[in-house]
């Protein structure tokens, strides 16, 4: 008799959890079946009347029964909250093409972006960054450099004068030269800097560019280190499918010297308006440190043999993002700025 | 240098393309700059014959013509004055192409049928020198036995074809700006045999005597003159040169003047060595003196510029004048002329400095000059003239008096090098043997003997192994190299701590929205005059040979190129311009530059700014995430009022202690005018030297409290010149330990507030790190904090 009532309170409860709406409603069975004064509770009161092997039956029947009816209301409130979640972010949707509202950021400059990228790879290396006066004496920049006042390479440079004594460096070398007064071998050092000459300006020509300038010296130190030191410099900085080509060329301050071409990194070498048809782009002067520069910083050059390697950051940023005008770098458009 | 591939063919076999031979010469050293192609342009151009003149119907100054052009019969219309019937002349074919991208197409002039065009020389791009019997403003006139050549291609008929290769010849190698030097390169990159036709000119000798003619000759400066020669040819015929000279001088880029000009030119060109020959009869008492000129001295040159000389001018000079700038330019006065019959040739080697600043005072630089600048050899000299008189005698212009004069103060020393192929290998990263150096060496005429190296007269550059080592990796191949990496003593890569600044810096300024720039460090006067910084003129550092009136000094501050900047984006519509750039100051402190020393040189961050969003705080922030950035906690704000270049009450300078490390503020009104700009402009230089004098190492660690904070407002009313940060210093200076943070909510201005007043309001945050705060503890220290607002600022609490 019992057992059919709570049968039919079990059914029910089912049938009425399942058709619930919302919260509230649920809530009102929640006390109409478990409460206090719910269906269970009265069955459990009659339970005095029941005979002493009815009762533990009934109990435990009356007991499964509430679990079951709490698990469903449970189930049901956690259907009902996530319907009612996603009732409100269907109100919520928004149009995700409307623009941001971040944060302008500024960029750096292309050149710093070339010295920056070159110096990671240098640095990668094991060289360090190296930085010296850009007001340098003629003594750095010519005489310890093996470019003595008569000598015929100081007619490759127009060089702006302080006096006749000090100058406007004409290139990043004068700090090699200050580098190895001061430290002893093993010496790994790139330095990138501002050089000035005197060109007028144009769309390939500025009096202030910027150089950077590596130099190792250590024992055994040879051209063929040289060539893979630059071939992997290459391929890191203009990409791994980059070659170069060593010519023979004069440096004073190298000896053996080279110029440098790299296969032309817009066109890949077959020719294009940047290489100028050619396939090779001029990339960079180097060579093996003259050994009286050597002398010079005080450096046995029997004991130690180094090199050297210098190139123009402007050149290699206009190449890489296709700039046409070298003014555009000095003209500080921003409209020309943020494109980087 | 150019030269023509013909006049190479003279020293070897060249037996690849001009293409080619261009490659492999720029891959051994001699870099080749272009190619040209003389004679490819002209197409379709052929020997032509005139058969009937008839004057034009419509047309009083031209005429009609029949040509016969080999296969067939044409019709041309001409202007040309100089032309009879039979003449033979070029004929430009109906689609035919001439030099200059010029296209000859058939069409009407003045109604009449025109099917092609007779060439001038000019047309044809040849010279009145090498075709002295043509007219330039009429038709070229061809020899009659081409009559037999009609309708045949002009280029070949008059043999125009000729590659000229212009090299680029570095300052080491003077010899190779010579025929005999490119030719001898030539061989060996091709790796055939080098016939050397000027081989036994050396061999040559005539007595040496103290005076020929009555010609004597004295070197008063021994120390610039290192050898002169001099010969003497009389009854010299001055007319003009043959064309295959003037032609070869032409491919070399050198005009043809005279036969005996010509032949100076020509043998330095073929040798290398500059000549100059003088008529005897201009040189007073035919006395030659080679000595440095005198301070007023003047001579007109072979240009008819009169130049003024120096004492650190060498010059050529009778007993009277100065006859020529010696290695540089002959003088008007000794020139060859039409009439000449005696002249002196003279050979000599001058020390390379005195050319080159010599070339330098007077302004001109020449053939000549940027030979001996490179310094020449003076066992050459002699060679070279033994050339002239051998062409002179060739050419059968004059006789040469078989006798020299050589003034030979300064003999060449020969050196020798240790060949040592070990080192040569290390050096370069080879495996070369010592039989393949050698032979290298040997094909370069370099003698070995018992591992000595003794290089020829011609190559003053060889002074020691690692140019034995140039040598013998050039010939090998560049190519041939290998590739290896450094094995050194483990180095590391690290920045500086100066260098993480910047890039720390650099990084957080993009993320504020700023954009780089790259500014000259050279600038004006009248820069400095536009900032209001005149006063900065006398001590800047300046240059003596600037290259325009816009680039004279260093800057000492950054304000002018930053303001440059901004005012250019202005002038270009640019909105909401917000601007860093790191870079140098150069400032001659304690007279470095008199000294001859470097002068002071500080890294220096400049931000500028202008727009919406933009004012004194927006800038004031960036430099204080500047400083946090850099690690620099303690330092003291103070209003700057007496900086020209910026608004008196709206400018602030940073200090540690009384070091002075940035400057910002607004950009003074007239100075923003100064620039044609209306509005509030912004400014900032932060030293970035002394940023990373005062930044602080690594930062320590403060627990996180455990205990809440109590927060209390405070808003006060003071008079209008009691700064924030006075209020601000009164009250942590009472509030002492236990305040956290005071930060400032409002400020209040009202007429109600009486004149002059404003109204200050606060919250302040307490917290002590061992317990919570009570009530009793912080009432008495907000009323002592009150009071003494009250007392030391005259504030009143605002209830």
């Known amino acids: 008799m019992m057992k059919e009532q709570i049968d039919k309170i079990k059914k029910t409860a089912k049938e009425e959890i399942e058709n619930v709406q919302t919260i509230k409603d649920l809530n009102d069975l929640k006390v109409k079946y478990l409460g206090k004064k719910g269906e269970l509770t009265l069955i459990l009161r009659q339970m005095g009347n029941l005979s002493s092997e009815e009762r533990p039956i009934i109990g435990s029947l009356v007991n499964e029964v509430r679990d079951t009816i709490e698990n469903r209301i449970k189930e049901k409130e956690e259907e009902l909250e996530q319907e009612k979640i996603k009732e409100k972010m269907a109100k919520e949707k928004i149009d995700i093409t409307i623009p941001s509202k971040k944060t302008v950021l500024g960029s750096c400059h292309p050149i710093t972006q070339i010295i920056n990228e070159v110096e990671d790879i240098f640095l990668g290396m094991g060289y360090e960054i190296a930085d010296g006066p850009e007001v340098e004496t003629c003594f750095y920049n010519f005489d310890q450099l093996n470019a003595p006042e008569d000598h015929p390479s100081r007619d490759l440079q127009d060089t702006f004068y302080i006096t006749d004594k000090v100058i406007l460096r004409t290139q990043t070398s004068p700090v090699q030269a200050r580098v190895m007064e001061n430290k002893k071998p093993p010496i790994k050092i790139i330095c990138p800097g501002t050089v000035y000459r005197s060109d007028t300006i144009d769309a390939t020509h500025s009096p202030v560019f910027h150089q950077v300038e590596g130099l190792v010296v250590d024992k055994n130190i040879s051209m063929s280190d040289l060539k893979g030191t630059l071939e992997m410099f290459a391929k890191k900085c203009l990409g791994e499918n980059t070659k170069i080509r060593f010519r023979p060329h004069h440096f004073p301050f190298t000896e053996p010297s080279a110029e440098v071409d790299v296969s032309c990194f817009v066109c890949g070498g077959k020719g294009c308006r940047v290489c100028k048809d050619e396939g090779w782009i001029e990339l960079l002067g180097c060579g093996m440190v003259h050994p009286n520069v050597l002398k010079n910083c005080n450096i046995d050059p029997k004991e130690y043999s180094g090199f050297a390697f210098g190139f123009g950051v402007e050149r290699i940023a206009m190449a890489k993002f296709g700039i046409d005008d070298l003014r555009l770098l000095y003209e500080n458009d921003v409209r020309f700025l943020k494109q980087f | 240098m150019k030269t023509s591939v013909e006049w190479l063919k003279e020293y070897t076999n060249v037996d690849v393309t001009t293409k080619d031979l261009a490659d492999i010469l720029t891959m051994t050293g001699t870099k080749v700059e272009t190619i040209e192609e003389k004679g490819k342009e002209i197409q379709n151009v052929v020997v032509g014959k005139i058969l009937t003149i008839e004057k034009h119907p419509d047309a009083d100054k031209l005429v009609v013509t029949k040509v016969d052009i080999g296969e067939d019969i044409v019709q041309i219309v001409t202007g040309a004055k100089n032309i009879k019937v039979g003449d033979i002349i070029p004929v430009a074919k109906d689609g035919s192409s001439l030099p200059k991208g010029v296209k000859i197409k058939k069409g009407k002039l003045r109604g009449v049928d025109s099917c092609g065009m007779m060439c001038s020389i000019g047309e044809l791009e040849l010279s009145k020198e090498e075709y002295p019997e043509q007219i330039e403003d009429g038709i070229m006139i061809l020899p009659k036995e081409y009559e037999s050549k009609l309708g045949q291609d002009i280029v070949d008929v008059l043999d125009l074809r000729e590659d000229i290769l212009d090299f680029e010849i570095t300052p080491n190698r003077p010899d190779c700006l010579s025929i005999e030097g490119l030719g001898r390169e030539t061989a060996v990159s091709l790796k055939n045999e080098f016939k050397n036709p000027r081989k036994n000119l050396d061999k040559i000798d005539v007595e040496n005597k103290k005076e020929i003619e009555g010609l004597r000759v004295d070197i008063k400066a021994p120390d610039l003159c290192y050898r002169y020669i001099a010969r003497v040819v009389k009854n010299v015929k001055i007319g003009p040169s043959p064309k295959w000279m003037v032609r070869r001088l032409k491919a070399c880029g050198i005009r043809s003047i005279n036969n005996i000009v010509d032949i100076t030119n020509y043998v330095m060109l073929e040798l290398g060595e500059p000549m100059h020959a003088f008529d005897i009869e201009s040189i007073e008492g035919k006395h030659i003196i080679v000595r440095r000129a005198n301070k007023d001295e003047k001579i007109t040159t072979l240009d008819g510029v009169e130049r003024q000389l120096n004492d650190d001018i060498l010059v050529i000079s009778d007993e009277k004048k100065a006859v020529a700038i010696a290695g540089v330019m002959g003088g008007e006065n000794s020139e060859i002329e039409k009439d000449t019959k005696t002249i002196v040739f003279e050979a000599a080697v001058f020390n390379r400095g005195s050319i080159r600043k010599a070339s330098k005072q007077v302004g001109i630089r020449t053939e000549s000059s940027s030979r001996f600048e490179k310094g020449l050899s003076t066992e050459n000299a002699l060679r070279a003239i033994n050339r002239a008189v051998e062409l002179v005698e060739e050419l059968k212009i004059g006789e040469a008096i078989p006798e020299k004069i050589d003034v030979y103060p300064k003999k060449e020393q020969t050196i020798s090098i240790t060949l040592n192929p070990d080192r040569i290998n290390n050096l ?86 700023m954009q780089e720039i790259y500014t000259y460090g050279i600038i004006s006067k009248k820069d400095l005059e536009k900032i209001g910084a005149t006063n900065l003129f006398d001590s800047s550092i300046k240059i003596i040979n600037p290259l325009s009136e816009d680039y004279t000094i260093m800057r000492q501050t950054t304000i002018p190129s930053m303001m440059e900047t901004l005012a250019s984006n202005d002038s270009k519509k640019n909105q909401d311009v917000k601007l860093f750039d790191i870079s140098r100051t150069y400032v001659n402190e304690n007279e470095e530059i008199e000294n001859g020393n470097v002068p002071k040189e500080d890294k220096v961050i400049t931000l500028g700014m202008y727009g919406k969003d933009v004012d004194f705080y927006t800038l004031k922030g960036i430099v204080e995430n500047i400083l946090q950035v850099s690690n620099i906690v303690r330092f003291e704000l103070k209003q700057e009022v007496e900086n020209p270049s910026y608004h008196e009450g709206r400018c602030a300078s940073v200090y540690i202690g009384i070091d002075k490390i940035a400057t910002f503020g607004q950009i003074h009104p007239i100075i923003a005018q100064n620039y044609k700009m209306s509005k509030e402009i912004y400014v900032a230089e932060i030293n970035l030297s002394k940023l990373e004098k005062y930044s602080k190492p690594a930062k320590k660690y403060t627990p996180i409290p455990k205990f809440p904070a109590v927060e209390r407002d405070i808003a006060i009313v003071v008079d209008e010149d009691v700064t924030v940060g006075k209020i601000e210093d009164v009250i942590t200076k009472q509030a002492k330990k236990l305040l956290e943070k005071v930060k400032l909510f409002d400020i209040y201005r009202d007429e109600k507030l009486g004149k002059n007043k404003k109204s200050v309001a606060y919250s302040l945050q307490f917290r002590d790190p061992n317990k919570t705060l009570t009530d009793e503890e912080i009432n008495p220290l907000m009323e002592k904090i009150v009071q003494s607002l009250e007392k030391e600022l005259n504030a009143k609490l605002r209830v």
């Open chain 2, 428 to 513: 370069i990263g080879t495996n070369l043997t010592k039989e393949e150096m050698i032979k290298i060496l040997e094909d370069l005429e370099m003698k070995v003997e018992n591992d000595k190296v003794i290089p020829p007269y011609f190559r003053q550059d060889i002074e020691q192994e690692a140019d034995i080592a140039e040598e013998v990796l050039r010939i090998y191949g560049y190519d041939k190299l290998n590739s290896t990496q450094v094995e050194s003593s483990a180095t590391i890569g690290l920045r500086t701590k100066i260098q993480k600044i910047e890039k720390d810096v650099r990084c957080m300024l993009i993320n504020c929205g």
